[in-house]
């Protein structure tokens, strides 16, 4: 007879409590004992009590040939009787009792755990090696990317499915895309968001895993930074004469390219232009006070705008300690070139330090032309 025919399942087990034998001698409490089930029938057991006691089981994270085995299970068993029940449950029990450790099981489990730990060349080859493609579930990943990523999606696809990406979106996110699109396309996805209340859910599931998986296909690149931010570092605290040589033969080379970095380089002489006086007072204090003198009187000695930085610092801090660094700078006198350049570098160093910090905001290009347009 088919075990789903049984009713009960399976005969009661042994006792669970303590007896006595012939003898009246009182014997160990006997633990329930599972009747001969399958570890499916188990599996379902125990899901469908504690989805009955109201625990949350992450079930869409199994494989879907295993949700598909552990709901056909679940809809062709009837009822299990209490001992039936109690046994599977203190077998259960006590295997998760005996584990020690968990592992994925597979490869693609194993790169998730392992991932930020193994460099990403490792991964990559691996990766291909085994063909196992790292998208899990394909939303997380889209709503992991920057807005910039996201934006050519929108300008490259149907209206349709713009929609439904939109939809998937954090709203923040989703308002601020459509805030960057031209307004008649605007208009024709917000539209289009209406309509999706009758996409089919492996419709979404199709999208998703195909605009996910054109984040996956990206190479791995062997720098963090793009060649604009890491040169622009490199000039930040090199010598003036050598960045003024570097930024004249890009001009010549590539002049689109040396005006991105401009933009990136940060160093003494833009303090007025980028640094809210306001936040002078702040910066002044992240570097010693011998090392503030030794850049400011190295300022004052080169002159041009280097001299006309340290004059807008010393004009946007109190009073008193402008008195008291002006006469250590007039003590101090001239300062070689090299410590000089080294403590304005300091300096500069604790204020990007600042920005990055969010202590400090720093005025940029559009900051400037709304301030004059105003």
């Not at 004059?311 to 070139?337: C, H, S, W, Y």
Request: charged share 25%; hydrophobic share 45%.
């Amino acid at each position: 007879m088919p075990m789903t025919d049984l009713t009960p399942l399976a005969p009661p087990g042994p006792a669970t409590g303590a007896g006595s034998d012939s003898l009246g001698r009182t014997s160990r409490p006997v633990k329930p004992t599972a009747p001969l089930l399958t570890r499916r029938q188990k599996a379902a057991i125990i899901v469908r009590f504690l989805i009955q006691e109201g625990a949350d089981i992450p079930i869409a994270a199994l494989p879907d040939d295993l949700q598909s085995a552990l709901t056909q299970q679940i809809g062709a068993m009837r009822y299990v009787d209490r001992d039936t029940l109690a046994a599977v449950i203190t077998e259960f029990a006590d295997e998760l009792d005996r584990m020690g450790l968990i592992f994925p099981g597979d490869l693609a489990g194993a790169l998730t755990a392992l991932d930020g730990r193994i460099s990403p060349q490792t991964a990559a080859r691996l990766r291909k090696e085994a063909g196992v493609r790292q998208i899990g579930d394909p939303w997380a990943l889209i709503r992991a990317q920057e807005i910039g990523a996201l934006l050519p999606i929108l300008t490259r696809e149907s209206t349709e499915v713009s929609a439904v990406l939109l939809s998937k979106l954090p709203v923040a996110t989703a308002a601020e895309l459509l805030h960057r699109l031209p307004g008649a396309q605007a208009r024709r996805i917000t539209y289009a968001i209406t309509l999706t209340g009758n996409v089919r859910p492996d419709t979404v599931d199709r999208i998703g895993l195909s605009l996910a998986a054109e984040f996956q296909t990206r190479p791995t690149l062997a720098f963090d930074e793009d060649p604009v931010a890491r040169l622009g570092a490199i000039l930040n605290i090199s010598p003036a004469d050598t960045r003024d040589e570097v930024l004249t033969g890009l001009d010549e080379d590539d002049a689109v390219f040396s005006q991105k970095l401009r933009k990136a380089i940060f160093t003494f002489a833009h303090i007025p232009a980028r640094v809210a006086p306001v936040d002078i007072p702040r910066t002044v204090r992240e570097i010693e006070q011998p090392r503030l003198v030794m850049a400011l009187a190295h300022a004052r000695t080169a002159g041009g705008d280097l001299a006309d930085t340290a004059e807008f610092i010393l004009a946007n801090i109190p009073k008193r300690m402008a008195e008291t660094l002006q006469e250590e700078i007039d003590e101090t006198g001239r300062v070689k070139p090299k410590e000089g350049e080294a403590a304005m570098n300091e300096l500069v160093g604790a204020i990007r330090a600042l920005g990055v910090a969010g202590d400090i905001t720093f005025i940029t290009a559009e900051d400037e032309d709304n301030a004059v347009n105003g």
